[in-house]
T-cell receptor
Framework: KAGVTQTPRYLIKTRGQQVTLSCSPISGHRSVSWYQQTPGQGLQFLFEYFSETQRNKGNFPGRFSGRQFSNSRSEMNVSTLELGDSALYLC??????????????FGNGTRLTVT | EDKVVQSPLSLVVHEGDTVTLNCSYEVTNFRSLLWYKQEKKAPTFLFMLTSSGIEKKSGRLSSILDKKELFSILNITATQTGDSAIYLCDAMGENDMRFGAGTRLTVKP
């Protein structure tokens, strides 16, 4: 079974630009969650999608948005990029989703650098 | 506010040592606590704990949960250099999931 796939692996953008990251979950997994990881803040929850609906959301500004398609693939968009958005963005899929005792399966992440 | 605190943040040991990593949590309507190991990029699942006092074991790794005192520990015996990684603790509530900042473990030969 293929694992969680994230694209692109690396991305360099300048302040003010926008970016879209993609995540393909494990086949059969309907929940996709997104996390931001920085050395100082650890793993911060962005949002979770389940069956094309946003089910939970973390404390990030509205510049961070996402969506999920009918095939469970998900995209995350960040608009008006700031230097502080530089981070590793991890996507994770699970069978049933957050809060339902369902372990997460992580992708290798997208390393975003904002200059 | 929900929070998860891991300690220590960083640990350096030598091969063969035993280590104990700590995770304390405050999560509304707690459901389970999970441990992950992150070596390079993708964290990988280690354990899921839902009941107090029941030890989960996998080789040299073991973990236990105390729901009264709201903490969990992860033990690694006879450490090896391949155990070097960041260990993440994740507390799941009914509507929230919180990761700790992680413990960076370095095992020297």
């Amino acid at each position: 079974k293929a694992g969680v796939t994230q694209t692109p692996r690396y991305l360099i953008k300048t302040r003010g630009q926008q970016v879209t990251l993609s995540c393909s979950p494990i086949s059969g997994h309907r929940s996709v969650s997104w996390y931001q990881q920085t050395p100082g803040q650890g793993l911060q929850f962005l949002f979770e999608y389940f069956s094309e609906t946003q089910r939970n959301k973390g404390n990030f500004p509205g510049r961070f948005s996402g969506r999920q398609f009918s095939n469970s693939r998900s995209e995350m968009n960040v608009s008006t990029l700031e230097l502080g958005d530089s981070a590793l963005y991890l996507c994770a899929s699970s069978l049933q989703g957050q809060g339902i005792n369902s372990p997460l399966h992580f992708g290798n992440g997208t390393r975003l650098t904002v200059t | 506010e929900d929070k998860v605190v891991q300690s220590p943040l960083s640990l350096v040991v030598h091969e063969g040592d035993t280590v104990t990593l700590n995770c304390s949590y405050e999560v509304t309507n707690f459901r389970s606590l999970l441990w992950y190991k992150q070596e390079k990029k993708a964290p990988t699942f280690l354990f899921m704990l839902t009941s107090s006092g029941i030890e989960k074991k996998s080789g040299r790794l073991s973990s236990i949960l105390d729901k009264k005192e709201l903490f969990s520990i992860l033990n690694i015996t006879a450490t090896q250099t391949g155990d070097s990684a960041i260990y993440l603790c994740d507390a799941m509530g009914e509507n929230d999931m919180r990761f700790g900042a992680g413990t960076r473990l370095t095992v020297k030969p």
